[in-house]
Nanobody, 127 residues
């Protein structure tokens, strides 16, 4: 059965970096837009960003723009979320998802467009 699996989460110090990976089974995702989202304890799930099928011009929400980068390797069927200069506000469970036909500023911030979700990987930013 098709599933998305996130990995790479863990403990990182403020100002540090971490790279999360999203892998897919059964299906190739080279024709799918991928979104990254996160949910902090006690808060609603929020958008991080999205990336188009070719990896050109990904979009990010304002809170992570410049610090985070989304990329993909279609040959390996993998998607990535590079997190740099992290702060305690970045502590959350991170999810990758697919289902949107396009990637835009609106899509990057909205869960509505995505149908298939991974189980998430937790990131803790602490000194």
């Amino acid at each position: 059965q098709f599933e998305l699996v996130e990995s790479g989460g863990g403990l990182v110090q403020p100002g540090g970096s971490l790279r999360l990976t999203c892998a897919a089974s059964e299906l190739k995702l080279d024709r799918d837009v991928i979104g990254w989202f996160r949910q902090a304890p006690g808060k609603e799930r929020e958008g991080v960003g999205c990336i188009g099928t070719t990896g050109v011009s990904p979009f990010y929400v304002e809170s992570v723009k410049v610090r985070f980068s989304i990329s993909r390797d279609n040959a390996k069927n993998l998607m990535y979320l590079q997190m740099d200069a992290v702060t305690s506000e970045d502590t959350a469970t991170y999810y990758c998802a697919k289902g949107s036909k396009v990637c835009s500023a609106v899509v990057a911030a909205e869960t509505y467009f995505f149908v298939f979700w991974g189980q998430g990987t937790h990131v803790t930013v602490s000194s």
